[in-house]
């Protein structure tokens, strides 16, 4: 099994609905990320979350939305989709080092038409 | 700003070498990663280096000088599982990730 897992790992949705992207690890990480790849474009982080009591905002942060219910849960929420946000989706863990490797889930492809 | 430049794309032939640059400017620096990420798969980490030099491990190494904010990864003895895009990301001054797009490596036979 994978010590970081994403559901669901494909989804295709309308303009406008809510979408839930769930991650959770097995780990042991305090540090939980979710990041957005786009061809031709790095990695972007979305959100991170260092505790479970701490939420950061990345670099695009705006029309996402995120929770930390627990320490190894971290779900990712589009309230009202919009074609912009089709996407690969990548949640990570680090542990609490400054040289922190990421390890990060199989992705979630969304689409949103 | 903050930029992260490495190129597109790259073929080599199996056997070969084959060295994948990175050139940056960023704020503040705290360390290089390179990660490999193989088609519609996640990105799994490489390397890491923070101090000038080479790092070596097995087949990869990984150089880094931070006084002209570049770095390569090199891979030896290249064997066709190493088809993937190789990401080149710099820990800044707030201890983030700046990534850069990937360089696609396509093997040959």
């Known amino acids: 099994d994978a010590d970081v897992t994403q559901t669901p790992r494909n989804r295709i949705t309308k303009t406008g609905k809510r979408i839930m992207l769930e991650c959770s690890q097995t780990k042991g990480h305090d540090r939980m990320y979710w990041y957005r790849q786009d061809p031709g474009l790095g990695l972007r982080l979305i959100y991170y979350?260092?505790?479970?009591?701490?939420?950061n905002k990345g670099e695009i942060s705006d029309g996402y939305s995120v929770s930390r219910q627990a320490q190894a849960k971290f779900s990712l929420s589009l309230e009202s989709a919009i074609p912009n946000q089709t996407a690969l989706y990548f949640c990570?863990?680090?542990?609490?080092?400054?040289?922190?490797?990421?390890?990060f889930g199989e992705g979630s492809r969304l689409t949103v038409l | 700003g903050q930029n992260i430049d490495q190129p597109t794309e790259m073929t080599a032939t199996e056997g070969a070498i084959v060295q994948i640059n990175c050139t940056y400017q960023?704020?503040?620096?705290?360390?290089l990663f390179w990660y490999q990420q193989h088609a519609g798969e996640a990105p799994t980490f490489l390397s890491y280096n923070v101090l000038d030099g080479l790092e070596e491990k097995g087949r990869f190494s990984s150089f880094l000088s931070r006084s002209k904010g570049y770095s390569y990864l090199l891979l030896k003895e290249l064997q066709m599982k190493d088809s993937a895009s190789y990401l080149c990301?710099?820990?800044?001054?707030?201890?983030?990730?700046?990534w850069g797009a990937g360089t696609k490596l396509i093997i040959k036979p």
């Open positions: 979350s260092f505790d479970v009591k701490d939420i």
């Open positions: 990301a710099i820990m800044d001054s707030n201890y983030q990730l700046i």
């Open positions: 990570a863990t680090s542990d609490q080092t400054d040289t922190g490797e990421l390890f």
């Open positions: 960023t704020s503040g620096f705290n360390g």
